[in-house]
């Protein structure tokens, strides 16, 4: 009912810069907080990035400051741009966002396919 589609991983040196996207679709009544998480070869999923509706954002500790989440309510879209990449930025990047399918319905956790980015020399 609701798709997440990521794109603009890829390969990229230490010191480089990305920029992920992430549009949602389908069945959308409205969109509560949306956020990037990423998950490296045997490592738990985690949390990079979280924006809420209103543009109040979180960020894990190793980010910080090199990473900026942002979002277009409009298109249904939320970025995360990706600065001074490092080598243990390599992951799996994931989209996620709470969608609430209708007026009334409860939010529903949305994930998409995931991104590879891989930083290296």
């Known amino acids: 009912q609701v798709q997440l589609v990521e794109s603009g991983g890829g390969l990229v040196q230490p010191g480089g810069s990305l920029r992920l996207s992430c549009v949602a679709s389908g069945r959308i009544f409205s969109i509560n907080d949306m956020g990037w998480y990423r998950q490296a070869p045997g490592k738990e999923r985690e949390l990079v990035a979280r924006i809420s509706t209103g543009g109040s954002r979180n960020y894990a500790a190793s980010v910080k400051g090199r990473f900026t989440i942002s979002r277009d309510n409009a298109k249904n879209t939320v970025y995360l741009q990706m600065n001074s990449l490092k080598p243990e930025d390599t992951a799996v990047y994931y989209c996620?966002?709470?969608?609430?399918?209708?007026?009334?319905?409860?939010?529903?956790?949305?994930w998409g396919q995931g991104t590879q980015v891989t930083v290296t020399s």
């Open positions: 996620n966002a709470e969608v609430a399918g209708g007026a009334y319905y409860r939010y529903i956790d949305y």
